[in-house]
């Protein structure tokens, strides 16, 4: 009977083990399966995008996150195993100071907006991808954009970021005041002694009680002027600025034979600007000029006078240039997933369509030469006004910033600088030499 019962017990045995053998090799089996199953599924990611709401031209836009959306959709469409992120609410005001804590987590997003302001830290931080290797592959090409759009991405001689929406500041015209003084209005190709001239003539005591109430222009600055000279101040690695020299001299000295003519000058003028209705001219942005316009956008805001704009004036015909600003995209430096970052910066800035929508609901305008263009054909028989092809000849004449890292605070010194001369009696050659000192030494500490 023990011999019995000892052979059932290991014939017991021998079936469990059997059992844990074949439960593991089932196990094996299962979990080999289930790895080679994975690795022939597509593997889904996100990508991050780095966005403000708001206008960065400081007109009313609420039409962000319309263009934003249509560009997710059709990137995601395109990319089924890729997803679409952005964080809302955040206006620009915030943008900058956002994307710095961005940086500081190690969290800077994919693709990104990046303000005029920031592009030259962001590139000196190395926080911006060198996008030269992409533009090899030839889904975009140079040739595409205008000169000054797509430099404004660059910095020490490569391409970091590219252009998403521009602005342009070009000269407003009271076209009521020009009128009621018997003026005619200026061609293109107007220049500063153009410009002086009719200052003169409009600024004066239109209702007779003692004291100037029309003037010629306002808010237009010795920036303003130094463009119309076609002076480049700052040397193109950022070590040096020269502004004491004959031309910028010279344009200094043209501000001061102008400024009799400035609003701001007259201390009992009512100081509303260009929306009193009382001034002939004021620089301003071609946001301002499309938002505020009778058509087709619904709202006007210099309802109680015509009004019209031209480019800026320079000292000689068809020289006509102002500093372009520029909202750029980027990808980051570290960004985990570049192919599909550059296929989306690509719908943002170089989709024909979606920089239509966003020109057809922002202030911007687009940086590519066909989009404009096209606007031209087809405005040449529909808009009196020809705005498409005023637009496609001042981008063609507009010049770019000088991209390195103390560019923005030299900005400001300059800034000071400059107003402090033209606010001076003293001897400007004199002043202009101190203040190329000055900022000289902040270049090169």
Not at 134 to 145: E, S
Not at 175 to 197: H, Q, S, V, Y
Not at 286 to 309: D, G, I, L, N, Q
Request: glycine residues 4%; hydrophobic residues 40%.
């Amino acid at each position: 009977m023990k011999k019995i019962l000892s052979h059932l017990k290991e014939n017991i045995a021998q079936s469990r083990s059997h059992k844990t053998a074949w439960l593991v090799s089932v196990i094996l089996v299962l979990v080999l399966l289930t790895v080679q199953v994975r690795s022939c599924l597509p593997i889904s990611q996100t990508i991050r995008l780095g966005i403000f709401s708001t206008s960065n031209w400081n007109v009313p836009d609420s039409s962000t996150y319309e263009v934003v959306d249509q560009v997710i959709a059709r990137f995601e469409k395109n990319h089924p195993n890729t997803q679409v992120e952005y964080t809302s609410g955040i206006v620009k005001k915030d943008y900058s100071a956002w994307l710095s804590d961005q940086i500081v987590q190690g969290r800077l997003p994919d693709v990104f907006m990046i303000l005029d302001e920031d592009f030259n830290m962001l590139a000196s931080l190395g926080a911006l991808k060198n996008l030269d290797p992409f533009f090899k592959q030839n889904d975009i090409k140079t040739q595409d954009y205008y000169e000054s759009a797509l430099m404004a991405g660059q910095y020490n001689n490569t391409q970091y970021a590219l252009p998403y929406q521009c602005n342009l500041q070009l000269m407003f015209v009271n076209t009521t005041l020009l009128e009621k003084e018997g003026i005619e209005l200026p061609g293109w190709d107007w220049t500063l002694d153009e410009f002086a001239a009719i200052c003169k003539q409009v600024t004066r005591d239109s209702n007779q009680d003692g004291l100037v109430d029309q003037c010629g222009y306002v808010n237009y600055t010795w920036k303003n002027a130094l463009e119309a000279y076609g002076i480049s101040m700052f040397a193109s690695d950022g070590f040096s600025v020269e502004v004491n020299n004959d031309t910028v001299r010279q344009a200094l000295r043209y501000m001061q034979t102008i400024q009799e003519y400035d609003q701001s000058y007259y201390p009992f003028t009512p100081k509303n600007g260009f929306d009193s209705g009382q001034v002939a001219f004021a620089p301003m942005s071609y946001a301002e000029y499309k938002t505020y316009s009778p058509y087709p956008w619904k709202v006007r805001k210099y309802s109680s006078f015509e009004w019209s704009m031209l480019p800026m004036p320079a000292t000689a015909p068809s020289q006509s240039s102002a500093d372009l600003d520029s909202l750029m995209m980027g990808i980051s430096a570290t960004s985990a997933h570049p192919k599909e970052a550059w296929d989306l910066l690509k719908l943002f800035v170089a989709d024909f369509d979606i920089q239509q929508t966003v020109v057809s609901q922002t202030g911007g305008i687009s940086p590519l030469r066909s989009l404009l263009q096209s606007a031209v054909v087809e405005q040449n028989s529909q808009d009196p006004d020809q705005s498409a092809l005023l637009l496609d000849y001042a981008m063609e004449n507009s010049t770019c910033k000088v991209r390195f890292k103390k560019y923005e605070e030299a900005m400001n010194l300059l800034d000071t600088g400059m107003n402090e001369i033209l606010s001076s009696q003293e001897d400007i050659g004199l002043q202009l030499l101190n203040l190329e000192q000055r900022i000289n030494g902040y270049l090169q500490e």
